[in-house]
């Protein structure tokens, strides 16, 4: 048991320094940095933020959506939106979230960017369920599944997988369930 709580704890601490890594290599850039590279790595710093701080993650999603918005690059606001989502998703503001992963969802369909329309999509269906709406969240999950196969990523079609396991569950629906689990 001893073991297993320093493996957890070390576990822990190599992920906390390999964050503080990353945001400390894009804060050091930010201030030099100019057009699409600056508005990525506020993207980045965004999305490095999202479950510490989430209103810093915010601030720089907001920034980078202004940024994308007024050099009209389309793909750098699509993720910036999509952050910017997340970090509202994980606060449990679900309806706010909604205001920034659709019209995420709707650029990465615009220019084509399947595996991003993807993960938008999944994150769409951990929305809608948590808001209690299990049909569209399966929709969105379906509709993920289906990209993710259709580009092979394993990981990520275990991802979606799961989510659906997850919301058929909720439903009480074990057969389909034990299925999906067993996939």
Not at 59 to 72: M, S
């Amino acid at each position: 048991m001893r073991a297993l709580f320093i493996f957890i704890l070390l576990a822990f601490a190599s992920f906390s320094f390999a964050q503080t890594n990353a945001i400390d290599s894009l804060q050091t850039a930010l201030p030099s940095a100019k057009g699409a590279d600056r508005i990525q790595i506020l993207i980045d710093l965004c999305w490095e933020y999202r479950f510490t701080n989430a209103d810093s993650a915010r601030a720089y999603g907001v920034d980078a959506l202004k940024l994308a918005r007024n050099a009209e690059l389309q793909s750098l606001e699509g993720d910036a939106l999509h952050n910017i989502g997340i970090t509202l998703e994980a606060q449990g503001n679900y309806h706010e979230a909604l205001v920034y992963e659709l019209p995420a969802l709707e650029i990465r369909k615009k220019i084509g960017d399947d595996f991003k329309t993807a993960n938008t999509l999944n994150n769409l269906g951990i929305i809608f369920d948590e808001m209690g709406d299990p049909k569209r969240a399966l929709e969105n999950y379906y509709e993920a599944r289906k990209i993710y196969e259709r580009l092979g990523d394993k990981s990520k079609i275990a991802m979606v997988i799961s989510n659906i396991g997850i919301v058929l569950k909720e439903q009480r629906e074990y057969k389909k369930v034990i299925g999906y689990y067993h996939e």
